[in-house]
């Protein structure tokens, strides 16, 4: 089991960066594939970006590709979005998603493929 606290949110103008981080229990992050989902008010948790067991496989939405940047540190048990050319419609609550795998290069799209969410962290971009 792991446990998922997200961190590194908050206000930010249009065309800024940000990164959220998200810290991780447990000694085996590294059995786990990675996730970043958000939620805007009102709407469904769509996915945003993944990465596998080592962080050699990425996966974006389409709508945040060449601006978002997943990456892990194993040994900080830790995963991170920068997110940079930030807009008014990235604002959302941020969670991090954390489920077991067997495979190495494999990532997870879906928020049902996921068993451990984080409390979620808000990101606001306005001027």
């Known amino acids: 089991q792991v446990q998922l606290v997200e961190s590194g949110g908050g206000l930010v103008q249009p065309g800024g960066s940000l990164r959220v981080s998200c810290a991780a229990s447990?000694?085996?992050?590294?059995?786990?594939?990675m996730g970043w989902f958000r939620q805007a008010p009102g709407r469904e948790r769509v996915f945003v970006a993944a990465?596998?067991?080592?962080?050699?496989?990425?996966n974006y939405a389409n709508s945040v590709k060449g601006r978002f940047t997943i990456s892990r540190d194993n040994a900080k048990n830790s995963v991170y979005l920068q997110m940079n050319s930030l807009k008014p419609e990235d604002t959302a609550v941020y969670y991090c998603?954390?489920?077991?795998?067997?495979?190495?290069?494999?990532?997870?799209?879906?928020?049902?493929?996921?068993?451990?969410w984080g409390q979620g962290t808000q990101v606001t971009v306005s001027s």
């Open positions: 998603a954390a489920r077991p795998s067997s495979y190495s290069n494999s990532y997870y799209l879906s928020t049902y493929e996921y068993d451990y």
């Open positions: 447990g000694r085996t992050f590294r059995n786990y594939a």
């Open positions: 990465i596998s067991l080592s962080g050699g496989t990425t």
